[in-house]
């Protein structure tokens, strides 16, 4: 086997999807214990507790570092090479979230024992399901009482419309939590309180028929334990590696992440489980992990992670082949030659300069604006990964600027903002107005924050009368010019450039949309 093929076998590249509050931060945090990223759970929890409400969250994403450090987090476990990938955590579901899930592998979903499946884990399982993304479960919080176990798989397979298999299964809950059993191991793992910073090896038993178990839970508690696995795994199904990865059923585990119980049994079985980079859609071939050549494709940028400098970090998923620091690689798009100089990794959660990277990993390359999200990367071979939507935003607003001569720097400011893919920039054919559309409404208070913050423009933004936009396109020349004049009162530019209908409303856009035949209204812009 070559490196490649090596290298690239030993990834696991996934993010966590869940409902706000359901664990997610703590669950990472104690993943980054196992993997020895961070010594006493914490480091996570900073980053948490600012996000919660949008000015401390907007302070916290003026400390680039941070936000920088958490959007990948690399590390090592028995053997294998981990890359968690952040999702934005804020309020908005946005498109950042989707593109975050374009470049992982598989997901992990959080859910709370108590809620159950709560409408953000289905709209995440929803985009999971665009690329029949693996899935395993984690049902949180087990420390306080929830629904019954067979109820909660219930509601994943219905609501979610995917098989469960549970992997592991509850002994008591709340108050009476004991444990949990190992339903292919037949291991028995005791819950033991405040070991929650450190690894936890919890006493463990061979099996139900042990009889230091029966000792140490009694008997009662022990029947219980055997009736209700009856019934749990009488009404799922069994592990199926297939159909695991297919994304058609999802292994489920119990336990407490802010006790750091039943956490190792899911990464133990996560890093076993879970697929390795696998083979991705171009415009051209489809691309194997293994082959020797470098290609990936940028799924997130971040602007001025130091304000001082005005730069922008790209973040590549690395698709195949590997990547040597300094190294020229070809940009699609462009069809330029770049140096990838000083590009980061995320080791231990911490920004370093790589060295080098393989299949599965994420580095970020400082550039200047000549990057966008979706672009592709290789050494030499002209194509593009496929698969990396930019939405049609359903908020928009007009920019209005308290000193009229900043308008140079509003318009700059508007664009780079724009670049990170959270908000989306239109400048009408017909007025000097500067458009802003975006997917949730915090959007506009970041952006005007940060406008302020970064670009020194006191700007605000007010209503505009658009209720959606659609790219538009057209084969036919003669056609697109046709359009054009008779709408130019709805057209606007996006920052790339592109032709945009922006409709006053809904009616409005069929209208148009029936006058116009052979002209495409696209609700999705594909990067490439
Ligand atoms: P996120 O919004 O999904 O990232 O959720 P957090 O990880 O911030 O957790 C939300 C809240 O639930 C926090 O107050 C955590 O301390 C708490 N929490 C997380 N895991 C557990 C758990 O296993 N048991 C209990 N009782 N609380 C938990």
New binding site residues.
């Given amino acids: 086997m070559s490196d490649v093929s090596i290298e690239a076998q030993r990834r696991r590249t996934f993010a966590i999807i869940?409902?706000?509050?359901?664990?997610?931060?703590?669950?990472?945090e104690k993943l980054l214990l196992f993997g020895g990223a961070i010594q006493m759970a914490g480091s996570v929890k900073g980053r948490?507790a600012a996000r919660h409400a949008t000015s401390d969250w907007m302070a916290l994403e003026k400390e680039r570092g941070i936000s920088v450090t958490s959007s990948v987090m690399q590390f090592p476990y028995e053997g294998r090479i981990v890359n968690l990938l952040d999702t934005p955590?804020h309020a908005d579901f946005g498109e950042d979230t989707y593109r975050v899930l374009t470049a992982v592998d598989s997901a992990l979903m959080?859910i709370d024992v108590a809620k159950g499946v709560e409408e953000r884990t289905i709209k995440l399982m929803e985009v999971c399901r665009l690329r029949d993304t693996p899935i395993m479960t984690f049902i949180?919080?087990?420390?306080?009482e929830g629904k019954p176990p067979i109820d909660l798989l219930d509601e994943v397979e219905s609501v979610l419309g995917i098989q469960c298999a549970p992997i592991t299964s509850p002994i008591g809950m709340g108050q009476r939590l004991k444990g949990v059993v190992h339903l292919i191991t037949g291991e028995v793992h005791l819950y033991e309180q405040g070991r929650n910073f450190t690894r936890q090896d919890s006493t463990i038993f061979a099996s139900l028929e042990d009889p230091a178990l029966e000792a140490r839970i009694g008997t009662d508690m022990l029947q219980e334990l055997r009736d209700e696995l009856e019934l749990v795994q009488g009404a799922s199904h069994p592990f199926d590696p297939a159909a695991y990865l297919a994304g058609r059923q999802t292994p489920v585990f119990f336990?407490?992440?802010?006790?750091n119980?039943g956490v190792q049994l899911l990464l133990d079985f996560f890093v076993d489980h879970a697929p390795p980079p696998r083979p991705r859609a171009t415009t051209g071939r489809e691309i194997a992990p293994y082959e020797p050549q470098l290609s990936g494709f940028v799924f997130k940028i971040q602007a001025n992670m130091d304000p001082q400098h005005r730069d922008r970090v790209a973040f590549m998923r690395i698709c195949s082949g590997k990547f040597s620091a300094g190294m020229k690689a070809f940009h699609a798009r462009t069809g330029k030659e770049v140096k990838l100089a000083n590009a980061l990794t995320f080791m231990a959660s911490d920004r370093e300069i790589a060295e080098s990277a393989w299949p599965g990993d994420v580095i970020g390359i400082h550039n200047h604006g000549t990057i966008s999200i979706g672009d592709s990367f290789t050494e030499g071979e002209m194509l593009a990964f496929t698969g990396i939507p930019n939405f049609a935003p359903e908020l928009f607003r007009r920019a209005r600027l308290r000193d009229p001569l900043k308008l140079k720097q509003l318009q700059k400011g508007l664009a780079q903002l724009s670049e990170e893919g959270a908000t989306q920039f239109f400048r009408p054919l017909m007025s000097n107005d500067l458009v802003l559309g975006a997917v949730g409404m915090l959007q506009f208070d970041v952006v005007a924050y940060r406008l302020k913050d970064e670009y020194g423009v006191d700007a605000s933004f007010e209503q505009v009368n658009v209720a959606t936009a659609r790219w538009i396109r057209c084969p036919d020349a003669k056609k697109l010019e046709e359009f054009r004049d008779k709408n130019a009162m709805n057209l606007s530019l996006d920052a790339a450039g592109q032709l945009v209908y922006l409709a006053p409303t809904r009616v409005n856009l069929q209208l148009a949309q029936e006058r116009s035949p052979g002209v495409e209204f696209l609700a999705t812009r594909e990067h490439a």
């Fill in positions: 869940s409902h706000p509050d359901a664990g997610k931060t703590t669950l990472t948490k955590g959080v949180n919080k087990l420390d306080r336990g407490s992440a802010v006790n119980f």
